[in-house]
């Protein structure tokens, strides 16, 4: 009989609890919620919690809190949220210098314990951070993604959604570019149920949704006093079951490129296919010569982050 999978959530915030309650309750295999010595039982609380959760809704994943990587050894997926959330009045590049180091402790003890895992990074700076931890771990680029685009994407899709007075489950979007405030939603190939969204949404209309979904966290920041975490946490688990379940689904994830839309050496967002390969194909779509010149000011934004990560 096969073994269950082996998932670790490093970081027991909101986002980690979130997490593993969907991992657990879509039984993607055991969670082993992951925080620092000091945290440790607050990461075991918030375990037991959803283990017992899970005999309320009927799920059998175990869910265990720890602060030792050696209960990581062997993961199949991980998911690495650590790191401290935006405040209010922060972009998410003020964060690099304060989670440069953490991501880095995070890609050290991995490389160790868990090598062969496909890691999914949501961390922010997000581009900078898989970067990094692509680095210091050295895996191959089908095994490292940023969580970004299923998250833009969705932010997308839902004020479209509103504005055109329709299901979101027949607006079909994506967000391409870095994960900050020159991300790129691509108009073009934007429809509800295959109808081009501009022949709905006015544009002036549109051009608003825009500057929307670009600021779309730091709304969330604003109201909230802290990063968003339920819809975060979805995207991620997704992207865990597209791998597990080898879904080939095409989404927005933020990718090593090799050349793809012109650009090497930088993790940035891009529609792939996610299977049970990991990233098994990068798609290029065709873009407007606006929608070019916007995916290059996003990635000449990305490269000065990773350049500040290269240099500390």
Known sequence: MPNRKKIGLIGAGNIGGE????????????????????????????ALDLEQNGAVLGYDSHIRGTSSWADLEGADVLIVTAGIPRKPGQSRDDLVATNLPIIRNVAENAKKSCPNAFVIVISNPLDAMVYEYKRVVGAPKSHVVGMAGVLDSSRFQLFLAREANVSVKDVRSMVLGGHGDDMVPVLSMTTINGVPVSAIIPKDKLEKIVERTRKG??????????????????????????????????????????????????????PCILGGKGVEKVIEIPLTEEEKGMLAKSAKSVQAVVDICKKG
């Not at 339920?230 to 090593?256: F, G, H, I, N, Q």
């Open 19 to 46: 997490l593993a309650r969907l991992c657990a309750n879509e039984e993607l295999g055991d969670v082993f919620l992951f925080d620092i010595a000091p945290k440790e039982n607050f990461a075991k609380g918030k």
């Open 217 to 270: 966290g730091g709304e969330i920041v604003n109201l909230m006093g802290t990063s968003a975490y339920y819809a975060p946490a979805s995207s991620a688990v997704t992207m865990a079951k597209a791998y597990l379940r080898d879904e080939k689904r095409l989404l927005a994830c933020a990718v090593y490129l090799e050349g793809e839309y012109g650009y090497k050496d930088l993790f940035m967002g891009v």
